[in-house]
Nanobody
Framework: QVQLVESGGGSVQAGGSLRLSCVAS????????MAWFRQVTGREREGVAA???????VYANSVLGRFTISRVNYKNTLYLQMNSLKPEDTAIYYC????????????????WGQGTQVTVSS
């Protein structure tokens, strides 16, 4: 069974930083796109950043210049470095895999983690 496990979430004050990690097991994602999404209770899940197998990236406008997505294929690990965090970044962050291309749409990805909570206080 394919498994994605996120870690690195927590509570931080505005302006602070966090780094999220996502480890994929029982599957190799080196040939596929991976991404981070986030969701606030009562709102739709939204794409934050995606990276394809060649390392090309795309970001949501709301995080551009503050967040950086990266991957280490031989470790089957995806990262999201989040700097200059704002209270509006508070959400559950989900790792996604099994994508093709650089879309930030839920339908573009086949596999999902359970999520990690990020809370930013003002």
């Amino acid at each position: 069974q394919v498994q994605l496990v996120e870690s690195g979430g927590g509570s931080v004050q505005a302006g602070g930083s966090l780094r999220l990690s996502c480890v994929a097991s029982r599957y190799s994602y080196s040939r596929e796109s991976m991404a981070w999404f986030r969701q606030v209770t009562g709102r739709e899940r939204e794409g934050v950043a995606a990276i394809d197998r060649d390392g090309s990236t795309v970001y949501a406008n709301s995080v551009l210049g503050r967040f950086t997505i990266s991957r280490v294929n031989y470790k089957n690990t995806l990262y999201l470095q989040m700097n200059s965090l704002k209270p509006e970044d508070t959400a559950i962050y989900y790792c996604a895999a099994g994508g093709n291309g650089l879309g930030l749409h839920i339908k573009d990805f086949d596999y999902w983690g359970q999520g990690t909570q990020v809370t930013v206080s003002s």
